[in-house]
């Protein structure tokens, strides 16, 4: 209810369950298109430009919008490299199932474990883009304290992930904000927007600055598709104070 009030929607108990439904179809998708990736159709008009961004060496944001899990079944079989900074130790039950039902091997995936500490993330994040692999990373959620930035979403203070943002000024490497819209079943739209930090000015400047683009994309986004966020708490909940 405060998402959908904050968003500007109006609620009803068929937005709920819809709003539900689709989280759980996204889920499962997560694990059936391990097993099966071929029964799963992506649209992307722009998919060649998408690939070679990807190739050179990005950060990828992500998102807990649609079907952002199953989004590494589109770059099966490009010759590119993703790794996914997570907490392997939050998610470990889930990636035993995805092991035992995946029928190939996910060469093109990687997962950077936040577990292991900032030190060994930071190395492992940094060898990927100098070997021009894009590292994925969420921006509408951030697990360490640190990397939390407060911004304006919906005319209202939330909280969002800086960290992203820091690693693309420090590298130079540009951002890659990709939604995946659910259209119908088995079927994802592949939207992206690169984002290109201004290095030349300051830090902090700079990473306000593009972390407001991301966030007026993410509301644009929400706007257009409110039955597909998947962040279930009071996002703009002031509980880091």
Same mark, same amino acid.
């Given at each position: 209810?405060?998402?959908? &009030? ?6 009803? !108990?068929? /937005?709920?369950?819809? $709003?539900?439904? %689709? ?12 097993? +099966? ?18 190739? +050179? *060496? ?7 919008? *649609? ?8 770059? /099966? ?14 998610? &470990? ?6 092991? @035992?039902? %995946?029928? &190939?091997?996910?060469?093109? @995936? ?15 994040? *940094? !060898?990927?883009?100098? %070997? ?11 697990? !360490?304290?640190? $990397? ?12 969002? +992930? ?10 130079? /490497? ?23 930090? %201004?290095? !030349?000015? &300051?830090?902090?400047?700079? @990473? ?6 991301? @966030?007026?994309?993410?509301? /644009?986004?929400?706007?257009? $598709? ?14 880091? +104070?």
């Amino acid at each position: 209810k405060q998402y959908y &009030k904050n968003i500007g929607e109006e609620f009803s !108990n068929k /937005k709920y369950f819809k $709003h539900l439904f %689709n989280y759980a179809l996204a889920t499962s998708d997560r694990f059936i298109s391990k097993a +099966n990736p071929e029964i799963y159709n992506f649209i992307n008009q722009n998919r060649n430009e998408l690939l070679s961004e990807l190739k +050179n *060496g990005s950060i990828l944001l992500s998102n807990h919008f *649609g079907g952002w899990a199953t989004a590494s079944n589109y770059f /099966k079989d490009d010759n590119i490299k993703i790794n996914i900074v997570m907490n392997e130790a939050m998610i &470990k039950n889930a990636s035993e199932f995805e092991q @035992v039902i %995946n029928k &190939k091997n996910d060469k093109n @995936v990687n997962i950077i474990d936040l577990s292991k500490g900032d030190i060994a993330t930071s190395i492992s994040i *940094g !060898n990927a883009l100098l %070997n021009n692999e894009s590292v994925a990373l969420m921006g509408d959620r951030a697990i !360490n304290k640190k $990397h939390l930035h407060k911004i304006s979403f919906f005319e209202k203070d939330a909280h969002f +992930n800086k960290n992203p943002f820091l690693i693309a000024y420090k590298t130079k /490497k540009p951002i890659i904000a990709l939604f995946v819209v659910l259209k119908e079943k088995k079927t994802y739209e592949m939207i992206f927007e690169r984002i290109d930090i %201004n290095t !030349n000015k &300051k830090e902090n400047e700079a @990473v306000e600055e593009a972390m407001q683009r991301y @966030v007026k994309l993410l509301e /644009k986004t929400l706007k257009e $598709h409110p039955l597909q966020w998947f962040n279930f708490y009071d996002f703009w909940e002031d509980k880091w +104070n």
